[in-house]
C-alpha cells in the first residue's frame, strides 16, 4: 500500500532563507501529489500540485520537485516568512485511483526565526 | 467567497451522545469527503461522497454515518458506537479527479 512520510518533524529556518520540505512516497505508481499548509486550529490550505508526468512546476514562492527514481518529492519556499510558518504536508495518490485513494504524510512543522 | 464551511468550530459532548457535525460547500463541487486528524498522524478517511444520494465508507468509517440529501451538504454524524471520537475532522470537497482537495477549517470535537 500506500505510505507518505517526511524527513524531519520540525525546520526552523531564518526569515528570509529558502525552506525545503521533503517528503518520501512508497507506491512508485503514484500520479498525482498535492502540497498542503496548515496553520493551527485551521485546515489544511493547498499550495501546489504535479503531476507524474512532469519533474518541476513552479508557483509564487514555492517550487515543487518530484523524483520518480527515488520516490522523493520536495516543497522549496523561497525567501521564507514569518506567515510561512505553519505545518506542511504532502498527499500521494496511486494510478487509476480517485481522488478518496489520495494517502497524506504526518506533517513538518516550519518554523521562521526572525 | 466560495469556500466550504463548517460547524461549529468547537463541540463538546458527554460519552454515550450522538453528535453531528455540519459541513456546507458553495463550490458546486460533487465530491465531498471526511477526514480525521488525530496528533502525529496523516489525514485518515471516514466517508465520502461523489453524488447526491450516494456515498461510500472510508479506511476508518466505523461509528460514523453521513448523508447527502443535497450537493451543497454533507453532514458527518459521529455516534456513540465510535470508541475513541476526540479528534480534529476536516471536511473537504473537490470536482474531479487529479485536482486537490479543497478543506474547510474544521471542527474540534472533545468527548468526555
Known amino acids: 500500500g500506500e505510505n507518505v512520510g517526511l524527513h524531519l518533524p520540525t525546520l526552523s529556518v531564518q526569515e528570509g532563507d529558502n525552506s525545503i520540505i521533503n517528503c518520501a512516497y512508497s507506491n512508485s505508481a503514484s500520479d498525482y501529489f498535492i502540497w498542503y499548509k496548515q496553520e493551527s486550529g485551521k485546515g489544511p490550505q493547498f499550495i501546489i500540485d504535479?503531476?507524474?508526468?512532469?519533474d518541476k512546476r513552479q508557483g509564487q514562492r514555492v517550487t515543487v520537485l518530484l523524483n520518480k527514481t527515488v520516490k522523493h518529492l520536495s516543497l522549496q519556499i523561497a525567501a521564507t516568512q514569518p506567515g510561512d510558518s505553519a505545518v506542511y504536508f504532502c498527499?500521494?495518490?496511486?494510478?487509476?485511483?480517485?481522488?478518496?485513494?489520495?494517502?497524506f504524510g504526518t506533517g513538518t512543522l516550519l518554523a521562521v526565526q526572525p | 467567497d466560495g469556500g466550504i464551511t463548517q460547524s461549529p468550530k468547537y463541540l463538546f459532548r458527554k460519552e454515550g451522545q450522538n453528535v453531528t457535525l455540519s459541513c456546507e460547500q458553495n463550490?458546486?463541487?460533487?465530491?465531498m469527503y471526511w477526514y480525521r486528524q488525530d496528533p502525529g498522524q496523516g489525514l485518515r478517511l471516514i466517508y465520502y461522497?461523489?453524488?447526491?444520494?450516494?456515498?461510500q465508507k472510508g479506511d476508518i468509517a466505523e461509528g460514523y454515518s453521513v448523508s447527502r440529501e443535497k450537493k451543497e451538504s454533507f453532514p458527518l454524524t459521529v455516534t456513540s458506537a465510535q470508541k475513541n471520537p476526540t479528534a480534529f475532522y476536516l471536511c473537504a470537497s473537490t470536482g474531479w479527479t487529479n485536482s486537490p482537495l479543497h478543506f474547510g477549517n474544521g471542527t474540534r470535537l472533545t468527548v468526555t
Open positions: 504535479i503531476r507524474s508526468n512532469m
Open positions: 463550490l458546486n463541487h460533487d465530491a
Open positions: 461522497s461523489q453524488i447526491v444520494n450516494d456515498f
Open positions: 498527499a500521494a495518490k496511486p494510478v487509476g485511483g480517485a481522488t478518496n485513494k489520495l494517502i
